[in-house]
């Protein structure tokens, strides 16, 4: 049986907008959105289908992608296991 969850999006846009959703996720949805995202990161848009609409963002105004729980597959030119730290 497979372990159901949820994930989490945040699309930050570069004129300060957010975008926030969630999304169902068996194991093969968590396996697979590594690969969906660096094609999405490549892309010229990225889509968002909710239940009455259909958002399409331009992928030039976004200005980051935040993920919750992170991919458990590697990204390319993604540093794993980072620690974040306060800097004054």
Do not use: W
């Amino acid at each position: 049986m497979a372990d159901s969850q949820e994930i989490s999006c945040k699309i930050n846009l570069i004129h300060g907008e957010t975008i926030t959703f969630k999304v169902g996720a068996n194991d093969e949805r968590r396996r697979n959105v590594a690969g969906r995202l660096e094609k999405a990161m490549q892309s010229t848009y990225v889509g968002i289908q909710f239940p009455e609409r259909l958002i399409l963002v331009p992928m030039h105004n976004v200005q980051s992608i935040e993920i919750m729980p992170p991919p458990p597959n590697v990204m390319l030119n993604v540093v794993n296991d980072a620690t974040p730290i306060d800097v004054d």
